[in-house]
């Protein structure tokens, strides 16, 4: 079964059940790469939205970025994909609620925010990989101004 969204192989069957009618199995599958989940049988179900880049430019809204750009903060560390998960999730069902769309910049502080409360290894490093400062005194500067 392959993933939808990266086209990844491995995906495990995290759930079976029959149907309402007991005339179907509905699976649930997560990607043992992208953590994407997604049932057999129906729809996929993804959060849709438009993401405004620093540019000015704006773009489809790809979860997969932001699961790549948390696994970058997150290489070593132990974590557990399901909170990770519903990190993202819970996430996703905000930026989602604003019609006008959001920005990749509330995007990159939202998910620093989470990672502060899960991994504090992970935030630092997030917060040098993801957003570019000059040096350490800038560094902290901003740590200061953004999140304490
Ligand atoms: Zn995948």
Redesign the pocket.
Same mark, same amino acid.
């Given at each position: 079964m392959k993933?939808? =969204?990266? =086209?990844?192989l491995d $995906?495990k069957v995290i759930d079976s059940r029959m149907t309402e009618d007991w005339k179907a199995v509905r699976r649930r599958r997560e990607?043992? =790469?992208?953590?994407?989940r997604f049932t057999t049988f129906e729809r996929l179900e993804f959060v849709s939205f438009m993401v405004t880049k620093s540019s000015g430019e704006s773009e489809q809204y790809d979860r $997969?970025k932001v699961v790549n750009s948390m696994m970058k903060a997150l290489v070593k560390r132990k974590f557990n994909p399901d909170k990770i998960e519903q990190i993202i999730n819970t996430l996703e069902t905000d930026w989602a609620q604003n019609k006008q769309g959001i920005t990749s910049k509330r995007i990159g502080r939202d998910i620093l925010r989470k990672l502060r409360d899960l991994d504090e290894v992970a935030f630092l490093r997030y917060a040098s990989i993801y957003h570019n400062h000059e040096n350490v005194a800038e560094f902290i500067k901003f740590l200061e101004e953004e999140l304490w």
């Amino acid at each position: 079964m392959k993933c939808p =969204k990266c =086209k990844n192989l491995d $995906t495990k069957v995290i759930d079976s059940r029959m149907t309402e009618d007991w005339k179907a199995v509905r699976r649930r599958r997560e990607c043992e =790469k992208c953590w994407a989940r997604f049932t057999t049988f129906e729809r996929l179900e993804f959060v849709s939205f438009m993401v405004t880049k620093s540019s000015g430019e704006s773009e489809q809204y790809d979860r $997969t970025k932001v699961v790549n750009s948390m696994m970058k903060a997150l290489v070593k560390r132990k974590f557990n994909p399901d909170k990770i998960e519903q990190i993202i999730n819970t996430l996703e069902t905000d930026w989602a609620q604003n019609k006008q769309g959001i920005t990749s910049k509330r995007i990159g502080r939202d998910i620093l925010r989470k990672l502060r409360d899960l991994d504090e290894v992970a935030f630092l490093r997030y917060a040098s990989i993801y957003h570019n400062h000059e040096n350490v005194a800038e560094f902290i500067k901003f740590l200061e101004e953004e999140l304490w």
